[in-house]
């Protein structure tokens, strides 16, 4: 397993090089980034959750780091991340289902084999 502290520290000091040659676009994530708190109609702690869900539908370990500690500071617990994780994986497991039917389609609509 990774060492997420580091990580983070990592990938967050190359985000920094990243902002330096592009700011503009590092400015826009940001701008997003902090939109979704503006209405105040979820708290911290649930915008965390969601975000540590996403980040693993998404595979970003990048994520992982930054919103784990971020739930962890909101006063998530682990039974509420694992809780959240449960959504992720339900959700990853439900769109290979949908894909595996969209697969058997596209098989049903080749032309018969002589």
Same mark, same amino acid.
């Given at each position: 397993?990774?060492?997420?502290?580091? /990580?983070?520290?990592?990938?967050?000091?190359?985000? @920094?090089? /990243? @902002?330096?040659?592009?700011?503009?676009?590092?400015? @826009?994530?940001?701008?997003?980034?902090?939109?979704?708190? $503006?209405?105040?109609?979820?708290?911290?702690?649930t915008?965390?959750?969601?975000?540590?869900?996403?980040?693993?539908?998404?595979?970003?370990?990048?994520?992982?780091?930054?919103? %784990?500690?971020? %739930?962890?500071?909101?006063? %998530?617990?682990?039974?509420?991340?694992?809780?959240?994780?449960?959504?992720a994986?339900?959700?990853?497991?439900g769109?290979?289902?949908? /894909?595996?039917?969209?697969?058997?389609?596209?098989?049903? $609509?080749?032309?018969?084999?002589?």
């Open positions: 397993m990774l060492d997420w502290n580091q /990580f983070r520290s990592d990938i967050l000091g190359r985000i @920094g090089d /990243f @902002g330096k040659l592009a700011p503009e676009v590092l400015k @826009g994530v940001l701008t997003i980034d902090r939109a979704g708190s $503006k209405t105040q109609r979820l708290d911290e702690k915008r965390e959750l969601i975000s540590l869900a996403c980040a693993v539908t998404t595979r970003c370990d990048g994520c992982i780091s930054v919103h %784990a500690e971020a %739930a962890v500071k909101a006063g %998530a617990s682990e039974e509420e991340i694992a809780e959240a994780l449960g959504v994986i339900n959700l990853n497991a769109a290979a289902l949908v /894909f595996s039917a969209r697969v058997l389609d596209a098989v049903r $609509k080749l032309p018969a084999q002589a």
